[in-house]
């Protein structure tokens, strides 16, 4: 019988990051991001491109694949590749296939990644839906009006402050704890500072959402390395490993589980990836949750077992998730929300940074133990998540 | 207005959908109703939601509901809703059955609330193809 215990526990490490520049515009194509950031990580790992053999990728039809990439940068022994359709609910899920691919031992290097020019082409706020291959129960939500994620999430928060109050404020200190996270990041696109004025006073997107509620639309590529954790201990960096992952199951109007959006859809997938992990929300030191818009934040934390549903917003007002003086520092570069949004990606970049001890002026301090998380689980009916733990 | 050739939010049926979206061009709102165990489906498959059979009919629905949850759109997301921003969207719990929450525009004025009855309003769009709106159930 399946047992979420069985991952391969920490037999994989993340041994090489790599980035291009997040931006608005990057005036290449995705292929040349992709193979940026993919050459960027393989030398940040001290190796060759000559030792990849796998990569795994994801993407709602707005990338490059790994048959492409593979060959173009001379990787001619490929033996293990995923290239998942849609976009930050699966995120992780790559994650959690580069363990098991090389812990099993079918590859012995799979470079995670991804590459968009998610704000300069191909948008995933609707305008841009022409050129995608839309999920099947798309047209049932366009025809009423609902062409785009905000919407979704922000019918979630809605029932949220319904049923448990929480309001504008909350969602925006979550904004402003991201910002203020970003500023001195050099890798992030926001920098300027952010009060929970600018927040309130900034346009409706989505009422209940405003701007300020919504990540960013970069252009831009992340790449990780997968190795055994063995192979990972004779390599320049502190391994970062893949402790535990899960992917599976969110909700999504097909499954008849769509019934209360106030409840967080990350409560489905928490228990077996704890599990996997051998890991509780206790042993977590800080955590990068999957941020497309600031309700997302709340959810997780909840769905993750940070807090009892409800308890987020006081727990916000005593700076519980702030990173120089939280007991739980989140999104410690910003997030998609002020660093970029590269799909979830750079959520492992800076775990790995952070868990390496490399993130300079942003260093948390109990920084061994990270929860890494795709989109929760709402709209696609799909979740990911992985815990990484520094050997 | 907007032309229909410029429209993004239409819907293209399916072999599976098409009756959905037909019955909402002729002004009418019907879902599949599982002739073995009762339950209703939607979207529109060929699977019942309950005990996953074939055995599925159209059949018009109440058309009543309430509203779960409710957002209102000010961004313009495709040339459709130029006209129409800010507009609201209602999630509406169907009477039939609470596992089916519809999504629509409400185009009725007046205050939104969890709770609000809704009545179904199908709007045609071509001879094939309707959509549904929501509108409060005076």
């Known amino acids: 019988m399946a047992d979420a215990k069985r991952f391969p526990r920490g037999q994989a490490a993340i041994a090489g990051i790599g980035c291009t520049e997040f931006s608005r515009d990057s005036g290449v194509g995705v292929f040349t991001l992709a193979a940026r950031a993919v050459k960027a990580a393989v030398a940040d790992a001290g190796l060759e491109l000559s030792d990849v053999d796998g990569f795994a990728t994801f993407g709602p039809n707005d990338s490059i694949s790994p048959n492409m990439l593979a060959q173009a940068l001379g990787v001619t022994s490929m033996s293990y590749y995923v290239d998942q359709w849609l976009g930050g609910s699966v995120s992780m899920s790559i994650m959690g296939q580069a363990a098991l691919a090389v812990s099993?031992?079918?590859?012995d290097c799979v470079v995670c990644y991804r590459a968009l020019n998610g704000r300069s082409e191909i948008r995933m706020n609707g305008s841009g839906a022409a050129r995608m291959k839309l999920p099947w129960d798309m047209p049932f939500k366009m025809a009423g009006g609902v062409m785009a994620p905000s919407q979704e999430i922000a019918l979630a928060a809605r029932a949220h402050m319904v049923r448990y109050g929480t309001t504008s404020e909350d969602l925006g200190r979550i904004a402003v704890l991201s910002r203020a996270n970003a500023l001195d990041n050099e890798r992030a696109m926001m920098r300027k500072p952010m009060t929970l004025d600018d927040y309130l006073d900034s346009r409706w997107i989505v009422d209940p959402f405003r701007?300020?509620?919504c990540c960013l639309e970069t252009d831009g590529a992340v790449?990780?390395?997968v190795v055994n954790a063995e192979r990972a201990k004779g390599l320049p960096h502190r391994p970062v490993l893949i402790q535990g992952a899960a992917w599976g199951g969110g909700v999504n109007v097909v499954n008849n589980g769509y019934t209360d959006l106030s409840e967080s859809p990350a409560k489905l997938i928490a228990p077996r990836l704890y599990d996997a992990a051998g890991l509780g929300p206790e042993d977590i030191d800080f955590a990068e949750l999957y941020d497309c818009f600031t309700y997302n934040v709340l959810s997780q934390i909840e769905g993750y077992r940070f807090a009892e549903p409800g308890g987020v917003p006081g727990m916000l007002a005593d700076a519980a998730f702030d990173r120089a003086t939280g007991k739980l520092p989140i999104n410690t570069h910003g997030g998609l929300l002020s660093e970029g949004y590269l799909h979830g990606m750079n959520h492992v970049y800076e775990a790995a940074q952070q868990i390496r001890g490399d993130a300079g002026n942003r260093q948390v301090e109990r920084h061994d133990v990270a929860l890494v998380t795709g989109q929760l689980g709402y709209v696609s009916g799909y979740s990911s998540a992985v815990v990484l733990v520094g050997a | 207005m907007v032309d229909v050739a410029e429209r993004r939010a239409v819907p293209v049926p399916d072999r599976d959908s098409a009756p959905y979206w037909g019955a909402l061009a002729r002004g009418r709102f019907e879902l599949q109703h599982c002739r073995d165990c009762g339950r209703w489906t939607w979207p529109a498959r060929a699977i019942?939601?309950?005990?996953?059979g074939e055995n599925l009919a159209w059949e018009p629905v109440k058309g009543t509901?309430?509203?779960?949850?409710w957002v209102v759109t000010h961004q313009v997301y495709a040339p459709d809703f130029v006209d129409l921003v800010p507009y609201t969207v209602v999630l509406v719990?169907?009477?039939?059955?609470?596992?089916?929450?519809?999504?629509?525009?409400?185009v009725s004025d007046g205050e939104v609330h969890q709770g609000l009855r809704v009545r179904a309003a199908p709007e045609q769009i071509t001879d094939e193809i309707g959509q549904l709106h929501w509108t409060a159930d005076a």
Not at chain 2, 48 to 52: D, E, V
Not at chain 2, 65 to 69: D, L, M, R
């Open chain 1, 104 to 107: 099993a031992g079918v590859a």
């Open chain 1, 211 to 213: 701007m300020f509620d």
């Open chain 1, 223 to 225: 790449a990780v390395v």
């Open chain 2, 48 to 52: 019942c939601s309950g005990c996953h």
């Open chain 2, 65 to 69: 509901g309430e509203v779960h949850s």
């Open chain 2, 93 to 106: 719990r169907i009477d039939e059955q609470d596992d089916i929450l519809i999504p629509g525009r409400l």
